[in-house]
């Protein structure tokens, strides 16, 4: 099992591929990270290309919105997946981008990006980048008086985002992201996810449990199947073999390292500080 985050994933797959090691990432979705050939990384979660054209169908099919900002950090995730969100909407009719631009992580002073995209009258803000500068940034959005609709990315809201933003400010956001565990209805997710209460006394509030989970259960499939330990007999097999069942679903591999397919849902935090399903 790999790592969490495109940044740190991005570095650390050298590492592997120079050892020759088999290495699946469960939280890291940068596109750049299969484009660069190597031969023994994986992962279970999905790209930011497909999470940008599930974006671009909510904002015009769903949501019916025209005027759209996007903010990153210049993160290889937060910028990948404003690119990706971008090109979608790219020549959508009635549709445009009118405000682009970037936060630095770490910032707690954002009044200088929000005077910018204000004066372009937004009616959704897409923040791709992670969760500590969403809940700073809705929040003195609402200061200034912005009061278009707040959509993150999938590692922009969580508990603690709604902690940061405070509830009133962060409730009626949405988020675009895989499913989460309690959502799917796959067998091995419902077995999951209770055995997880059981634990934990709560399910997960957000899906990267699951995919880690998956990463490792492809592991173990693909050593089960080959009887080896041998990392390139087992990229061989994941790469060109491995069909599996998994907790967040069917789990192939496409030549390059990606997962087949793509799922993703809309959320939306409730009145309560819940985040449910929004129904797209």
């Known amino acids: 099992m790999s790592s969490y985050g495109s940044s740190i994933t991005e570095a650390a797959q050298v590492i592997y591929e120079d050892a020759g090691l088999v290495n699946i990432a469960y939280g890291a979705t940068a596109e750049s990270l299969t484009q660069h050939g190597h031969r023994y990384f994986f992962r279970t979660s999905f790209r930011d290309d497909r999470q940008g054209d599930f974006f671009a169908e909510l904002v015009t099919k769903h949501l019916n919105l025209q005027r759209v900002a996007i903010v990153h950090d210049n ?3 937060a910028r990948g997946l404003a690119e990706a969100a971008r090109r979608s909407l790219a020549g959508k009719p009635g549709v445009e ?3 682009y631009d970037a936060v630095t992580a ?42 278009a609709l707040f959509i993150g990315g999938n590692a922009a809201i969580n508990d603690e ?3 940061i933003a405070g509830l009133e400010v962060a409730k009626g956001s949405l988020v675009t992201q895989e499913p989460l565990p309690t959502d799917l209805d796959y067998p091995e997710a419902i077995a999951f996810v209770n055995e997880y209460v059981r634990r934990h006394g709560a399910p997960p509030s957000t899906p990267w449990p699951v995919y880690a989970a998956d990463a490792l259960n492809v592991i173990a499939a693909a050593i089960e199947a080959t009887r080896s330990t041998d990392s390139t007999v087992l990229a061989e097999y994941i790469r060109n073999e491995l069909k599996i069942n998994g907790i967040t679903g069917p ?5 390059s390292g990606d997962r087949a397919g ?5 959320y939306v935090v409730d009145e309560n500080g819940r985040i449910v399903d929004a129904g797209y």
Do not use: C, H, W
């Not at 789990?251 to 030549?255: A, L, M, Y």
């Open 161 to 163: 985002f709604i902690q």
């Open 106 to 147: 770490g910032e707690r002073d954002f009044t200088a990006v929000i005077s910018r995209m204000r004066t372009t009258n937004p009616q959704v803000v897409y923040f791709t980048a992670y969760y500590p500068e969403a809940g700073l940034f809705l929040r003195q959005m609402r200061d200034a008086g912005v009061d």
């Open 251 to 255: 789990i192939s591999f496409e030549p």
């Open 75 to 77: 993160s290889t995730f």
């Open 97 to 99: 981008v009118v405000f």
């Open 262 to 266: 793509a799922i993703y849902k809309a």
